[in-house]
Nanobody, 124 residues
Framework: QVHLVESGGGLVQFGDSLKLSCDYS????????LGWFRQAPGKERQFVAAINENPTTTSYADPLKGRFTVSGDNAKNTIYLQMTNLKAEDTALYYC?????????????????WGQGTQVTVSS
């Protein structure tokens, strides 16, 4: 059982940066992929980014490459999502999730464990 707790969301202005954190327990980046997803009201849950190790591998949704960066700190059992140049369309509830293995990281249905989410609102 992997337990995930997101933090760092909030209300920001257009063009601002924000860094989300996901504290995890019960798993490691060696055995699991940890992913970030987001869901806006009335829309489907959307893949944002993912990270795993051995070797360290990161994946991103194509439209977000260059603005979002996922990273991990094994010592703290935490992964991060650094978001820059935020836009109104980035407004969503951001979730951290964990799955076994390293394939299919962009598919939310393959993730077994989810956090409660942290809200990001970008004001224009």
């Amino acid at each position: 059982q992997v337990h995930l707790v997101e933090s760092g969301g909030g209300l920001v202005q257009f063009g601002d940066s924000l860094k989300l954190s996901c504290d995890y327990s019960g798993g490691t980046l060696n055995s699991h992929t940890l992913g970030w997803f987001r869901q806006a009201p009335g829309k489907e849950r959307q893949f944002v980014a993912a990270i795993n190790e051995n070797p360290t591998t990161t994946s991103y949704a194509d439209p977000l490459k260059g603005r979002f960066t996922v990273s991990g700190d094994n010592a703290k059992n935490t992964i991060y999502l650094q978001m820059t140049n935020l836009k109104a369309e980035d407004t969503a509830l951001y979730y951290c999730a964990a799955k076994h293995g390293k394939s299919g990281v962009e598919y939310p249905t393959l993730y077994d464990f989810w956090g409660q989410g942290t809200q990001v609102t970008v004001s224009s």
